[in-house]
């Protein structure tokens, strides 16, 4: 993952070794979150678009190929069902498939009360250090 990556949340996701299935990674959802304060003031919730860097940042750290170096070329969909909120885990379950020239992941992020977002992603490969 590149060193000067701008990202809006704090804690980074933890590729978790796997076997043939699909790539898990996690990563703690802190109350110390720079986005809390302001969603919502009395009720904080993870910002969806939180969750979707979680997901993103999750395919980084955990790319199809080893040694592969992505870049985010689009978000295909997104669709939240149910809220993140300070303390939880998420878990992403990461599935990948190479069409087209370029590399799709498909996300599905959770906590321990269960499904919170599917995130669809594309990926182009980068050359170069």
């Known amino acids: 993952m590149p060193a000067a990556l701008a990202t809006p949340v704090q804690n980074l996701p933890e590729a978790v070794p796997?076997?043939?299935g699909p790539v898990t990674a996690r990563v703690a959802v802190g109350a110390?979150?720079?986005?809390?304060?302001?969603h919502y003031?009395?009720?904080?919730?993870?910002p969806?678009?939180?969750v979707v860097e979680h997901v993103h940042l999750s395919a980084l750290a955990a790319p199809p190929e080893p040694g592969l170096r992505l870049s985010l070329a689009a978000i295909?969909?997104?669709r939240f069902l149910s809220p993140v909120f300070p303390g939880d885990e998420l878990e992403v379950e990461l599935a990948w498939e190479r069409r087209d020239g370029q590399w799709r992941c498909k996300g599905v992020a959770r906590?321990?009360?269960g499904r919170a977002a599917a995130v669809r992603l594309r990926f182009s490969e980068r050359?170069?250090?």
Request: charged share 20%; net charge positive; aromatic share 10%.
């Open 127 to 129: 050359s170069g250090r």
């Open 32 to 38: 110390q979150e720079r986005v809390f304060p302001g």
């Open 76 to 78: 295909e969909s997104t």
């Open 18 to 20: 796997a076997g043939n």
């Open 48 to 50: 969806g678009v939180c």
């Open 41 to 46: 003031p009395g009720f904080p919730i993870f």
């Open 111 to 113: 906590t321990a009360r």
